[in-house]
């Protein structure tokens, strides 16, 4: 016991092992989110969802996972094969890797960088690479243009994700996302999303548009180009593919409850629940996901052209505006 | 390279399109960068039924769409020669599998007008109501189609369990919940149960109870839906009188043209109705009209249980039906538009000649015109516009 724990103090040793557990957790985590999709969905549809397996359909996740596991993965006889199997990887690591820098609770961070801020716009970037990966990689037309759509939607709502970051920063001071939740205080007009509600809302459209839900999910867009560029995806490379997009949906809604809704803050300082506040850091991800499901399941999608004026004519001069204000107030004030 | 040579017979293909059409001058811009060509179906989950469009896409725009259809075809009017006159119905049923009401109703009106058959004022009437009914089940989820080729996929399963309940009532008046055989030459095939008109009218009340709540209130003012339709599919009057276009995808362009007032059948003159038309002609002005049409079918029920009279529901065509030489034609407005038929009867108890007009078929030439220049996902909603089904244009 003594030498784990001497272990655990090794700044290496302590990363790989908290890594490990992260990563345990983004695998779980997506097999809930499934499971919670598909009840939520169903609860809309006006249906049970799955119901069979396990009590209330709860193991219905392992059978999914089961059932991945046994096909047969195959690959299009024109496909770039290192390409084709590298897509589903560079598409999970980046999802995966942003859990590092997310503070769960006080001190519950793997890694509390000072520029974590910084690292999570760099690593959510790299997610549009495997996209364009996956859909030169099918070499076929329909995943071509679900690439290209990909490509052009993450990196033009990347913009507008940025922008909407700095008034957070400017209030703060900071890039650490420790500090910005200390700055937020424990109750919950003290937090950033009041202040900030245009930045607030301009991210959490963002934030959609970044992880291809629906009203934004036109690189899959299911009624024309059928998957986009995971339409020739099977077995366990599509499994990684939705692995990666569960845990990047689930990391952007941890990510903006931690820069608008105080992180692991309570709402009021008497809920304070000291060692376990991670619970109300779970609680508003999960809030967040929910709405982030419920939107799915309720609007129509949008068009490529609209897409990109929603994003450039609308989003873009409201941060920037919104961003002079802040500067305008903090100068003032 | 295997690849390449499979890639050089693959556009080979392309080259000589299976409908004949010539295709478009290689196309380039100011850069020499080509236009590429897609393959949308005939296993396209999206689409209805199995239609292939070939596709020459520059970017995401189309430049030329080419309908191909043949997927689904069964020699429908062949068969049909070879059957005695009642046994042509079910076969009916297999043509628009979304409205099989109105097939039947074709069908037996071309017959009868070969016959001289008195029809029972009870079984027009039954007729009408099963009909209506018909068009509430096609049109509602046409609605949900529409919205499923948007990308939301909620509104579906609302409108299906409204035609889910419809078909609860067919199933227990007709005995079937799809395939119907229910509307016969001379009349229909049985009276309604006691029970039914009170059960149609409990259903009619509590559907115009949600109506507005499911299918107008969610839908029409969502900004989104406005974007992805309002001047999408856009066509003039002309193109679609020209076209040959009928129903709500002529309709949506402002021509008031319904055979049920045109060219009156049934007891289609005795009720109060409107024809309900849109200026626009667009995707949205489909729905629109889709929707106060369903009001209309509402309102044409009630009329019809209200005033259904006592009696017999089977007219007097005698053991065989065995029509004199001569012609008939029948014509009814089914949910996608007129749905006409032509019997030629040579005096035996087979037709001649079977001919069905299809409204699936005959509107589907607007894709061709109307879709290029269009965005490639503006394709979906342009198929919500025109609503084909595929049993109706393969026959």
């Known amino acids: 016991m003594q030498t784990v724990l001497y272990l655990l103090e090794v700044e290496p040793i302590r990363l790989l092992i908290s890594f490990g557990a992260v990563l345990f957790l983004v695998l779980n985590l997506a097999a809930i989110l499934t499971m919670a999709e598909r009840k939520v969905s169903g609860y809309i549809h006006l249906r049970f969802g799955p119901n069979r397996v396990g009590p209330r359909g709860l193991l219905q996740p392992a059978?999914?996972?089961?059932?991945?596991?046994?096909?047969?993965?195959?690959?299009?006889?024109?496909?770039?094969?290192?390409?084709?199997?590298?897509?589903?990887?560079?598409?999970?690591?980046p999802a995966a890797l942003v859990w590092l820098v997310v503070p769960f609770a006080p001190d519950a961070v793997v890694a509390d960088l000072n520029v974590a801020i910084l690292f999570f716009v760099a690593i959510t970037s790299i997610g549009a690479l495997g996209v364009v990966m996956a859909g030169y990689g099918s070499r076929s037309a329909f995943s071509l243009l679900g690439a290209l759509r990909g490509a052009a939607q993450m990196i033009s709502y990347e913009v507008p994700l940025i922008l909407s970051l700095l008034g957070v920063v400017m209030l703060s001071g900071s890039l650490s996302l420790t500090d910005v939740v200390r700055a937020q205080g424990d109750t919950i007009w003290t937090w950033y999303f009041l202040p900030q509600l245009p930045m607030f809302l301009t991210f959490y459209i963002s934030g959609i548009a970044e992880v291809k839900r629906v009203p934004f999910d036109l690189p899959e867009g299911e009624s024309e180009i059928v998957g986009g560029y995971m339409i020739e995806y099977s077995g366990m490379t599509w499994a990684l593919i939705q692995a990666a997009e569960f845990a990047s949906m689930a990391v952007m809604s941890a990510i903006t409850v931690t820069l608008f809704l105080g992180g692991w803050q309570p709402p009021l300082p008497f809920l304070d629940l000291g060692q376990f506040n991670w619970v109300w850091f779970g609680i508003k991800t999960a809030l967040i996901m929910f709405t982030f499901q419920w939107i799915r399941w309720s609007v129509p999608r949008l068009r490529m052209d609209q897409l990109m004026d929603l994003g450039w004519k609308v989003l873009v001069?409201?941060?920037?505006?919104?961003?002079?204000?802040t500067a305008g107030a903090m100068l003032v004030f | 390279m295997l690849g390449e040579e499979r890639r050089a017979e693959h556009e080979g293909a392309l080259t000589e399109p299976a409908?004949?059409?010539?295709?478009?001058?290689?196309?380039?811009?100011?850069?020499?960068?080509?236009?590429?060509?897609?393959?949308?179906?005939?296993?396209?989950?999206?689409?209805?039924?199995?239609?292939?469009?070939?596709l020459e896409l520059d970017g995401e725009t189309v430049v030329r769409c080419d309908p191909i259809m043949g997927y689904l075809h069964r020699c429908q009017e062949k068969i049909a020669e070879n059957r005695m006159?009642?046994?042509?119905?079910?076969?009916?049923?297999?043509?628009?599998?979304?409205?099989?009401?109105?097939?039947?109703?074709?069908?037996?009106?071309?017959?009868?007008?070969?016959?001289?058959?008195?029809?029972?004022?009870?079984?027009?009437?039954?007729?009408?109501?099963?009909?209506?009914?018909?068009?509430?089940?096609s049109h509602i989820p046409s609605i949900g189609f529409l919205m499923l080729e948007l990308g939301a996929f909620t509104p579906i399963l609302y409108a299906f369990r409204e035609r889910e309940r419809i078909q609860t009532i067919f199933e227990a008046v007709t005995g079937a919940r799809m395939?119907?055989?229910?509307?016969?030459?001379?009349?229909?095939?049985?009276?309604?149960?006691?029970?039914?008109?009170?059960?149609?009218?409990?259903?009619?009340?509590?559907?115009?109870?949600?109506f507005q709540r499911d299918f107008v209130d969610l839908i029409q003012g969502n900004e989104i839906f406005i974007s992805r339709t309002r001047n999408v599919g856009k066509m003039t009057q002309e193109q679609a009188v020209e076209m040959g276009v009928t129903g709500p995808a002529l309709r949506c362009t402002g021509v008031d043209?319904?055979?049920?007032?045109?060219?009156?059948?049934?007891?289609?003159?005795?009720?109060?109705?409107?024809?309900?038309?849109?200026?626009?002609?667009?995707?949205?002005?489909?729905?629109?009209?889709?929707?106060?049409?369903?009001?209309?079918?509402?309102?044409?029920?009630?009329?019809?249980l209200e005033q259904m009279p006592e009696g017999e529901v089977m007219g007097d065509t005698g053991r065989r039906i065995r029509p004199a030489e001569g012609e008939g034609f029948g014509r009814v407005e089914s949910p996608r538009g007129e749905f006409a038929v032509h019997v030629v009867s040579d005096g035996s108890?087979?037709?001649?000649?079977?001919?069905?007009?299809?409204?699936?078929?005959?509107?589907?030439?607007?894709?061709?015109e109307i879709v290029p220049g269009h965005y490639l996902p503006d394709i979906m909603p342009i198929m919500g516009l025109i609503d084909p089904v595929s049993g109706g244009w393969d026959k």
């Open chain 1, 63 to 93: 059978a999914d996972v089961f059932k991945l596991f046994s096909k047969e993965n195959v690959s299009p006889g024109r496909s770039d094969l290192w390409v084709f199997l590298g897509a589903p990887i560079a598409m999970f690591i």
């Open chain 1, 317 to 325: 001069p409201i941060t920037l505006i919104w961003l002079f204000v």
């Open chain 2, 19 to 54: 409908s004949g059409r010539l295709v478009s001058p290689d196309i380039r811009d100011e850069f020499g960068l080509e236009t590429i060509d897609m393959n949308m179906g005939p296993q396209h989950p999206a689409m209805h039924g199995l239609l292939r469009l070939i």
């Open chain 2, 85 to 137: 006159y009642p046994a042509v119905i079910p076969m009916t049923d297999r043509l628009d599998y979304f409205a099989n009401m109105h097939n039947e109703h074709g069908y037996c009106l071309a017959v009868e007008d070969l016959l001289d058959v008195e029809i029972p004022p009870r079984a027009e009437y039954i007729r009408v109501l099963m009909c209506e009914l018909m068009r509430l089940a």
């Open chain 2, 179 to 210: 395939m119907f055989h229910y509307i016969r030459i001379g009349g229909v095939k049985a009276d309604l149960p006691p029970d039914i008109p009170q059960k149609i009218w409990d259903y009619i009340q509590s559907l115009e109870d949600h």
């Open chain 2, 257 to 304: 043209f319904d055979i049920r007032l045109d060219y009156p059948y049934s007891v289609y003159p005795d009720l109060e109705f409107e024809v309900v038309t849109d200026s626009a002609g667009d995707v949205e002005a489909s729905y629109r009209v889709r929707i106060a049409e369903c009001l209309q079918s509402i309102r044409i029920i009630k009329q019809c």
């Open chain 2, 349 to 368: 108890d087979t037709p001649y000649r079977v001919h069905y007009r299809d409204p699936s078929f005959c509107n589907m030439q607007l894709l061709q």
